[in-house]
């Protein structure tokens, strides 16, 4: 049997306070993980185990079976896009994506990075220093750089943050046509369930240290395990045990009660409805706020201890602020949250 | 008056002048001690005749007590920077138990009066001192020689180094350094090519503040290095005094004379402030940024 290209085995890492892991992770070549969770889950600290810029405190690391726990960064073949990008500001665009032919002692400039510059429309930029470029410029320098010194894993740490929709469409563009034309695989990290969603072969989710989650998109999608996930998979709406606790004794409650699972219950913004008539399973509820949004209107209900949020389509006119009502919602979709042994698997 | 009520008061002219007056204040407070800083200097060069600061530089007395006070300020110098840098570094990339103990020591220079800190030398490499006789042994005397004279220059101003070049090599983003590793640099590689770029003009800017400390000693200098005996001794060669002594011997016999040596020695310190200033300027022009967190 052929070993994975990169295998993280009850990897554990950590500093006081906090501990990473066990993380068991195989990756195949040109495979995209997308790492997710909650601030200070440890995503940044795993990244940083992997680059070896962090020393794990457990666990092994494989390269193809090769064990590379104990091999320093520059000898590990990692990439490494750090949040704030890290460029060497004292070197042209051109010098920073040279850095590592340069490392090895090529000429200087290299022909492969004269390649990379193309490739990652920074050629006329070439000359410029990492200030004198825009946000995404910088970001296409930082990924070419990386990429420069052919990464087995390449590890990207919220590439897309403070991007306009464009420059960041590019970059994934960019991101996916490297990943699937190298031998490497990608480890990313974002809070951008869009760009998760368009990238991700599976999805790592972290909370408090430990992984809650690992699978593919549409299993993340059909059944999140927590409230995370969930609102990470597009649910606007999740009720945590806590939330779910608050109402308890109230008989309106009886049907999302009834359907809750052990971290909560999620339901869709698009799946609520508004109405004026009581009726059975129906949740009293008073407009809070109604929002415009690019499709629509965004209505903010208060149902007793609850807030939840319904998303109007036109036709349909919105409510008025304070207006009284009823939610309902099909009992169908409101997905029970069955947390950590239900939503993970390979 | 409007069905809306009175309208309120234009505060505009109050407004403005609340916002003008702290600022104007702090101007003014700034000012005068840019004035009192210079005044002094502008004093001292306004004093003395042009015609009598170039007959002191012309002067062999001067010529060699500033020749011999620049080759020691230089070697204490050298000596700050072959032992600060590493020091600098370590305090600044390093935790072990003990650093702040270590970065206070370095700063203790800074705040000993410099008489003392000539006594206390005195008492580690006098001639009577165990480590003094047994350098004198070596054939390296300490006491009255070049030795003594770099070695309270040195005391006295390799505080600046190791302080700026720690601050230096910590403004590097430990990030960046971790980055520039894992694209397959050494960690000598990353020092050369990221960490010392980065820092050098808060190294150099140190080194300038520890060679000017160093050429106007006199504190330390009147215990271990008033006058100086050649090293290695050799026969009919003249005593030396370093610039700052003689001024000083000199205005206890001519006030004039040694009001044209300050003035001179100020000019040549101030040539040299403009050199490291220009530096700095040609370092900003190539692209050495005064922040590395780009």
Same mark, same amino acid.
């Given at each position: 049997m052929n070993s994975p290209w990169v295998a993280l085995e009850g990897l554990r890492a950590g500093y006081p306070g906090f501990e990473l892991g066990p993380v068991d992770l195989s990756m195949g070549r040109r495979e995209v993980v997308v790492v997710?969770?909650?601030?200070?889950?440890?995503?940044?600290?795993? *990244?940083?185990?992997?680059?070896?810029?962090?020393?794990?405190?457990?666990?092994?690391?494989?390269?193809?079976?090769?064990?590379?726990?104990?091999?320093?960064?520059?000898?590990?073949?990692?990439?490494?896009?750090?949040?704030?990008?890290?460029? @060497?500001?004292?070197?042209?665009?051109?010098?920073?994506?040279?850095? !590592?032919?340069?490392t090895l002692g090529a000429p200087t400039p290299d022909r492969e990075v004269r390649a990379l510059l193309e490739r990652f429309e920074l050629t006329s930029l070439a000359r410029r220093r990492p200030h004198e470029l825009s946000g995404g410029q910088r970001q296409r320098v930082a990924m070419a750089r990386a990429l420069a010194a052919h990464p087995?894993? #390449?590890? +990207?740490?919220?590439?897309?943050?403070?991007?306009? %929709?464009?420059?960041?469409?590019?970059?994934?563009?960019?991101?996916?046509?490297?990943?699937?034309?190298?031998?490497? !695989?990608?480890?990313?990290?974002?809070?951008?369930?869009? %760009?998760? @969603?368009?990238?991700?072969?599976?999805? *790592? #989710? *972290?909370?408090?240290?430990?992984?809650? @989650?690992?699978?593919?998109?549409?299993?993340l999608m059909s059944s999140p395990c927590d409230a995370f996930s969930a609102r990470f998979a597009g649910y606007e709406n999740v009720l945590s045990t806590q939330d779910l606790a608050a109402a308890?004794? !109230?008989?309106?409650?009886?049907?999302?009660?009834?359907? /809750?699972?052990?971290?909560?219950? !999620?339901?869709? /913004?698009?799946?609520?409805? @508004?109405?004026?008539?009581?009726?059975?399973?129906?949740?009293?509820?008073?407009?809070? +706020?109604?929002?415009?949004?690019? #499709?629509? +209107?965004?209505?903010? #209900?208060?149902?007793?201890?609850?807030?939840?949020?319904?998303?109007?389509?036109?036709?349909?006119?919105?409510?008025?602020?304070?207006q009284r009502g009823w939610v309902e919602v099909d009992e169908r979709h409101l997905l029970p949250l069955r947390g950590l042994e239900e939503g993970r698997g390979n | 008056m409007s069905e809306r009520g009175e309208a309120p008061p234009r505060s505009g002219a109050i407004g403005g002048w609340a916002s003008i007056l702290p600022s104007a204040s702090v101007a003014g407070l700034a000012g005068v001690l840019v004035v009192l800083l210079l005044l002094p200097l502008f004093a001292l060069l306004t004093s003395v005749p042009?015609?009598?600061?170039?007959?002191?530089?012309?002067?062999?007395?001067?010529? $060699?007590?500033?020749?011999f006070t620049v080759l020691a300020s230089l070697l204490a110098l050298a000596g700050s920077v072959v032992f600060g840098l590493p020091l600098g570094y370590v305090l600044a990339r390093r935790r072990f138990p003990g650093r702040e103990v270590i970065e206070s020591i370095?700063?203790?220079?800074? $705040?000993?009066?410099?008489?003392? =800190?000539?006594?206390?030398?005195?008492? $580690?490499?006098?001639?009577?001192?165990?480590?003094?006789?047994?350098?004198?042994?070596?054939?390296i005397?300490?006491?009255?020689?070049?030795?003594?004279?770099?070695?309270?220059?040195?005391?006295?101003?390799?505080?600046?180094?190791?302080?700026?070049?720690?601050?230096?090599?910590?403004?590097?983003?430990?990030?960046?350094?971790? $980055? =520039?590793?894992?694209?397959?640099?050494?960690?000598?590689?990353?020092?050369?090519?990221?960490?010392l770029p980065l820092s050098l003009r808060g190294?150099?800017?140190?080194?300038?503040?520890?060679?000017?400390?160093?050429?106007?000693?006199?504190?330390?200098?009147?215990?271990?290095?008033?006058?100086?005996?050649?090293?290695p001794a050799g026969a009919n060669q003249p005593v030396w005094n370093p610039i700052s002594v003689l001024i000083f011997e000199t205005y206890q016999i001519s006030p004039p004379q040694a009001l044209a040596m300050a003035a001179l020695l100020l000019l040549f310190a101030l040539s040299a402030f403009l050199g490291m200033r220009v530096l700095e300027w040609a370092l900003r022009a190539r692209g050495a940024p005064r922040e590395s967190r780009a």
């Open positions: 997710v969770g909650p601030s200070g889950s440890g995503k940044t600290t795993l *990244l940083r185990c992997l680059a070896g810029l962090a020393r794990n405190s457990g666990g092994r690391l494989l390269w193809e079976g090769r064990d590379v726990t104990s091999t320093s960064p520059e000898h590990r073949n990692v990439g490494y896009v750090p949040q704030g990008l890290s460029l @060497f500001p004292h070197r042209t665009v051109e010098q920073n994506v040279g850095f !590592a032919k340069e087995r894993l #390449l590890l +990207w740490d919220e590439p897309l943050s403070g991007l306009d %929709v464009l420059a960041r469409d590019d970059l994934v563009q960019m991101m996916l046509e490297v990943t699937s034309q190298q031998d490497v !695989a990608l480890l990313l990290v974002t809070h951008d369930p869009s %760009v998760a @969603f368009s990238v991700a072969d599976r999805f *790592l #989710l *972290l909370h408090g240290g430990s992984v809650r @989650f690992l699978g593919d998109p549409e299993r308890s004794g !109230a008989p309106w409650a009886r049907p999302w009660l009834d359907r /809750a699972g052990p971290e909560g219950i !999620a339901c869709s /913004a698009e799946r609520l409805s @508004f109405v004026q008539e009581e009726g059975r399973g129906r949740l009293p509820a008073v407009v809070r +706020w109604v929002h415009r949004d690019p #499709l629509g +209107w965004r209505v903010g #209900l208060e149902c007793g201890p609850w807030r939840l949020e319904q998303h109007l389509r036109p036709p349909l006119a919105p409510p008025e602020v304070r | 042009p015609m009598a600061i170039l007959r002191a530089a012309g002067s062999p007395a001067v010529e $060699v007590s500033l020749g370095v700063l203790l220079p800074l $705040v000993l009066p410099h008489l003392i =800190a000539g006594l206390a030398l005195l008492m $580690v490499f006098g001639p009577d001192a165990p480590l003094g006789r047994f350098l004198a042994t070596l054939g005397p300490v006491w009255d020689t070049i030795w003594g004279v770099v070695a309270v220059m040195g005391y006295v101003s390799t505080s600046y180094v190791v302080s700026a070049s720690m601050t230096a090599f910590r403004a590097v983003d430990p990030e960046m350094v971790g $980055v =520039a590793r894992t694209l397959g640099a050494s960690r000598g590689d990353v020092f050369l090519q990221i960490t190294i150099l800017g140190g080194m300038g503040l520890s060679w000017a400390r160093s050429l106007s000693e006199i504190g330390g200098l009147l215990v271990l290095g008033y006058t100086v005996y050649p090293w």
